[in-house]
């Protein structure tokens, strides 16, 4: 039976930072994996913190072939509605996902992360989260509504035993810029409307519109996933990390294309006070098959 990266489940952590790897010119994926598998995690903590390490799919099923879930593959290429509408693919070789109870710890463990991966890989990508009015994202509503309880999560998130990639997680990071303004000028009805759900306790809306968000990402219709988003940014500019992991790609494909219209041409409203900034799929693997690289 394999492991999962036990980060992915670690709720209640309240400093977290995303860094995105690239390869140096003529670095090997190999030295990449042994050099994260360095880092003394993700087996258990690291300095006090939580480590989620992740590849790009194409990378890891090049190493690993019978660790690794078929036909999975990495955001290369961008996500298109019909109105023109673009959710940009910006695909690294490696992310590391690090979380704790305070931020100085994980600025000192991501500083000594990257120092130790400067030959083989640079940061592409670097984002710093925390939690807002504890479950509730930067539009004041709360996020992760249809989460899974932890006792059901890893029947969503991880891939099942007897099957390539056991133990492992499909991962889509994508950092989603809010239009602060323009969202506030909206009153409480309208955005709620946009949201799907009342604001206050989150319950979803009998009425809701076609185009609402809880509508656009029905996870009964595409299936669940395990979220652990987390606001990012300074006052003046901020937003979401979308943070969602999935025993099953095409569930995160699906919500994404549903968002942007791709199928039917209605795009999710929140898209019109969100804009998308990156967006990248990892496999997380599970701690047996990192644990090799050691």
Do not use: C
């Amino acid at each position: 039976m394999s492991s999962p990266q036990g980060g992915i489940f670690a709720l209640g952590t309240a400093s977290h930072t995303y860094l995105e790897f690239d390869l140096v010119a003529g670095v090997d994926g190999r030295a990449l994996v042994k050099a994260v598998a360095g880092l003394r995690e993700p087996r258990t903590t690291m300095g006090g913190v939580n480590l989620v390490a992740g590849f790009r799919p194409e990378l890891w099923a090049a190493l690993m072939p019978d660790d690794s879930p078929p036909g999975v593959s990495g955001f290369n290429e961008d996500v298109r509605g019909s109105d023109g509408y673009v959710m940009p693919a910006t695909q690294h070789d490696a992310v590391l996902w690090i979380s704790g109870s305070a931020y100085d710890v994980v600025f000192d463990v991501s500083r000594q992360a990257i120092a130790a991966m400067q030959e083989i890989a640079q940061v592409a990508e670097e984002t710093s989260s925390w939690p807002y009015h504890h479950d509730r994202d930067l539009t004041g509503f709360i996020d992760g509504t249809e989460n899974p309880t932890l006792v059901d999560a890893a029947d969503v998130a991880v891939v099942p035993d007897s099957t390539h990639g056991a133990g492992g997680s499909i991962l889509l990071l994508q950092k989603w810029r809010h239009a602060a303004v323009a969202w506030e000028a909206q009153t409480t009805a309208d955005q709620e409307k946009v949201i799907g759900r009342a604001k206050p306790d989150s319950e979803e809306l009998e009425d809701k519109p076609a185009d609402s968000h809880v509508a656009k990402t029905d996870q009964d219709t595409f299936g669940k996933i395990f979220r652990r988003n987390m606001p990012y940014g300074t006052v003046t500019e901020h937003g979401t990390m979308f943070v969602g992991f999935s025993a099953d790609q095409q569930r995160l494909v699906a919500m994404l294309e549903s968002m942007a219209g791709a199928s039917d041409g209605v795009r999710d409203a929140l898209t019109r006070y969100t804009t998308p900034l990156t967006g990248a799929y990892y496999f997380v693997p599970p701690l047996e098959a990192i644990k090799n690289y050691q």
